[in-house]
């Protein structure tokens, strides 16, 4: 008796067809990133980035409903990036927080929280779409903006004034230390934005550390 074998293709589980579909919204999202940051909400449509994330429009509306909501979509992979990036390192600092700090611990923690906010945005790959898409919302304030301000800057300058208001040792009002706040977080991001210009100018090297330096003398001013 003869052993037979069977040519029909292997079945395909359910597991394979979430990480296909978790790939290509994946995929999408990242090409819609990268669009409506360098052209915004109004500037694109959805078939043009259907077509360069290589699917089908009823793809992009299965995963996103329309142009909106992939818009939004792009907003809350945003904030999810950001606090898997800073997140572990803001509760260390909100916890802190929670009693008053001498003088050089609050120093201390704004040099060590504005480092890992620089190292965050200089060493993730892509992050100049991100930063497009966000400065676009803060020029001009689109469906994204309440999603950016609740869950991002908020946060975010809340943080910062309450240890530079700590570090000042009280010199200065929390208007004061949330104009500097937002100076020093809006810095970052637009050193990102301009960092091909600035390459272009000064030639390509590792910014980094010397973007932590710059800020460290920031803190050190205050």
């Known amino acids: 008796m003869t052993e037979t074998t069977s040519s029909a293709s292997p079945v395909r589980t359910a597991v394979d067809g979430y990480a296909k579909g978790e790939e290509t919204r994946a995929r999408i999202l990242d090409v819609a990133l990268t669009a409506f940051g360098n052209s915004g909400f109004s500037g694109v449509t959805t078939r043009e980035i259907a077509k360069q ?21 792009c907003a ?24 008053p700090l001498i003088v050089e611990e609050a120093r201390s923690l704004l040099k060590r929280l504005s480092a890992e906010l620089a190292r965050f945005l200089l060493s993730t790959p892509g992050a100049q779409n991100p930063a497009l898409f966000v400065q676009r919302e803060i020029a001009s304030p689109g469906p994204a903006f309440e999603i950016l301000y609740a869950e991002l800057w908020r946060p975010g300058i809340e943080l910062v004034t ?17 104009i500097r706040a937002v100076l020093m977080i809006s810095s970052l991001t637009g050193f990102l934005s301009g960092l091909p210009v600035i390459a272009r100018a000064a030639g390509k090297t590792d910014y980094l550390a010397l973007v932590i330096a710059a800020l460290d003398g920031q803190i050190d001013s205050l």
């Open 53 to 73: 994330a290589g699917v089908n429009l009823p793809a992009l509306t299965y995963y996103f409903g329309n142009k909106r909501g992939l818009y939004l979509a």
């Open 76 to 99: 809350h992979a945003i904030v999810a990036s950001y606090r898997n990036g800073m997140a572990p390192v803001a509760e260390v600092y909100y916890a802190t927080l929670r009693s």
């Open 162 to 178: 309450n240890l530079i208001m700590q570090v000042s040792g009280g010199s200065l009002s929390e208007t004061e230390a949330q």
